[in-house]
């Protein structure tokens, strides 16, 4: 008799996870996933990169400055292995339950950041954020070619490294002058990044800053912080400098998820949440998506389009993933001296407020998907 009820109890827990699965939405937490997954990421992974940097759009009204993260190649079978500052490993009172901070620098599959909607970190992970981004918003991805293996091997040593220091609280490291843990501007994603090329690859020359405090007020000097967009940059400069091979893939933001982030306060569906090319810190800060003028902003999006290999987006219809192969990719150098005099003449356009004909196409201009780098299709926002 123990050994029916056992096996009832067995069933009815099976059926339950399964009606809970089904339950949720496309392109939720927990709901289904595009069937094709590893065969588009199989696809991608024919081209010999080793590292790709990924820079994820900002969902924020106003100022947003997204996220950045790295991929480093077969640091887990057929895949790469996805290093990401965790959001929430800031030892506050408020993230000490129901939030996952075992770790500083997460680490997760990149099939699983990008397109998955369970993590295997834990339940607690989060949606749009830990995994899953592309229900969220859209990644521009960096694919670096000829990094050297030992290069690798020290980038992947050095998150470890971190994570060491934020499980022993450690203070004043190379990299950090405070607590080692999470701070939005003052060990964010984009300095975390960038301290494992400085001091772990050895990238020297490579400007990493700290956010300061002004002497009289408890007030951030922005200007002094890593933004996620200016380290890309700057490491772009660098892989160039060392002889590496680019070209960039966009990922584009799946524009029907319905879920909405129950830790938010503002309860918003995804697929009506800003997406919004990483800003600069400049006067754009301030300005609605779109509506970009400065010439920092512009070079990086003329910059990333000149360089476009591929674009992948989640088929609404199919609820399958395609990938559309683009125009051969600019060298760097080509690309970087086309975004430059590109940028230059139409942020002096718009500081005119000339009617003109932009030089440059940004990454994501286009209202539609004829367009291979718009990044979001008719009706996504």
């Known amino acids: 008799m123990r050994q029916v009820r056992f096996q009832a109890w067995l069933v009815a827990v ?40 990924l820079i994820s759009f900002g969902t924020s009204k106003g100022g947003s400055a997204g996220h950045l993260a790295l991929g480093i190649r077969d640091e887990v079978p057929g895949d790469d292995l996805v290093y990401s500052a965790n959001f929430y490993a800031d030892r506050t009172t408020k993230h000490e339950s129901g ?21 295997s970190l834990d339940d607690t992970a989060s949606f749009g954020l830990d995994f899953g981004e592309i229900y969220k918003r859209s990644l521009i991805g960096v694919r670096v070619y000829g990094v050297p293996a030992g290069e690798k091997e020290a980038l992947a040593a050095y998150f470890r490294r ?4 934020y499980h022993h609280q450690a203070k004043k490291t190379e990299y950090h002058d405070g607590e080692i843990q999470y701070d939005y501007m003052h060990l964010n994603c984009a300095k975390t990044i960038g301290s494992a090329f400085k001091f772990g690859a050895g990238y020297k020359d490579l400007d990493v800053t700290s956010a300061k405090l002004f002497s009289r007020r408890k007030v951030v000097a922005v200007a002094t912080a890593n933004i996620p967009t200016e380290m890309a940059m700057k490491l772009v400069k660098e892989w160039s400098q060392r002889g590496y091979g680019m070209d960039v893939v966009l990922y584009k933001k799946y524009g029907g ?24 810190m400049s006067r754009d800060f301030r300005r609605e998506e779109g509506a970009y003028e400065d010439f920092d902003n512009l070079y990086a999006m003329y910059l990333l389009y000149n360089m476009g290999k591929y674009s992948v987006r989640l088929n609404d219809q199919t609820k399958l993933l395609e990938t559309e192969k683009s125009k051969r990719p600019m060298a760097y150098l080509e690309a970087a001296e086309l975004a430059t005099r590109s940028a230059r003449s139409d942020s002096n356009n718009f500081r005119l407020h000339l009617k003109f ?25």
């Open 257 to 280: 998820s319905t879920y909405v982030d129950p830790r938010e306060e503002e309860k918003v569906e995804f697929k009506d949440l800003p997406n919004r090319f990483p800003s600069v």
């Open 357 to 381: 004909l932009p030089k440059g196409t940004r990454i994501g201009e286009a209202a539609d998907n004829t367009h291979l780098y718009n990044f979001t299709d008719d009706g996504d926002n």
């Open 14 to 53: 099976a059926f339950a996870f399964v009606t809970d699965a089904m339950a949720a939405d496309f392109g939720s937490k927990g709901g289904p996933e595009p069937a094709n997954i590893d065969a588009i990421t199989d696809l991608l992974h024919k081209d010999p990169y080793d590292l790709e940097l």
């Open 99 to 119: 939030y996952y901070t075992k770790n500083l620098m997460v680490g997760v599959p990149k099939k699983e950041y990008l397109f998955k909607t369970a993590s």
């Open 162 to 165: 971190i994570n060491d220091d």
